[in-house]
């Protein structure tokens, strides 16, 4: 069993930064894939970047590629999100997800999928950010 839990969300003005951290406690040595996804009002959820932990490999949706960056502190079992210049419609629920199936190639590249979703296991419950214009 893995548990992620998100801290390090809130409102930001367009154009602000936001750094978003989550824990994952559990059983982490048999993660093989970690991202995070998002939730607008009224969306689906939707991938935003994903990370394999034993290469550090990355992934990363169009909408997002060049403002976000994903990363992994391995000693301290915690996901990061660095997210630049931010606007408006990225305003939505932000997940920290974990799955111990996925392999390395379909990490980076599923995460661009419109059902990619449904291939994570393990979810945070959600930390929520904000931004006006």
């Not at 982490?28 to 991938?47: H, M, N, V, Y």
């Not at 502190?73 to 111990?100: F, G, I, R």
């Not at 590249?109 to 296991?121: H, L, R, V, W």
Request: some cysteine.
């Amino acid at each position: 069993y893995v548990a992620p839990v998100e801290s390090g969300g809130g409102s930001v003005q367009a154009g602000g930064s936001l750094n978003l951290s989550c824990e994952v406690s559990g059983n982490t040595d048999s993660i093989s894939c970690l991202a995070w996804f998002r939730q607008a009002p009224g969306k689906g959820r939707e991938g935003v970047a994903s990370i394999v932990p034993s290469s550090g490999r990355t992934g990363y949706v169009a909408s997002v590629k060049g403002r976000f960056t994903i990363s992994r502190d391995s000693a301290k079992n915690t996901l990061n999100l660095l997210m630049k210049n931010l606007q408006p419609e990225d305003t939505a629920v932000y997940y920290c997800v974990a799955d111990h199936t996925l392999g390395s190639t379909a990490c980076v590249t599923a995460i661009q999928a419109s059902d990619a979703n449904e291939m994570y296991t393990y979810w945070g419950q959600g930390t929520q950010v904000t931004v006006s214009s």
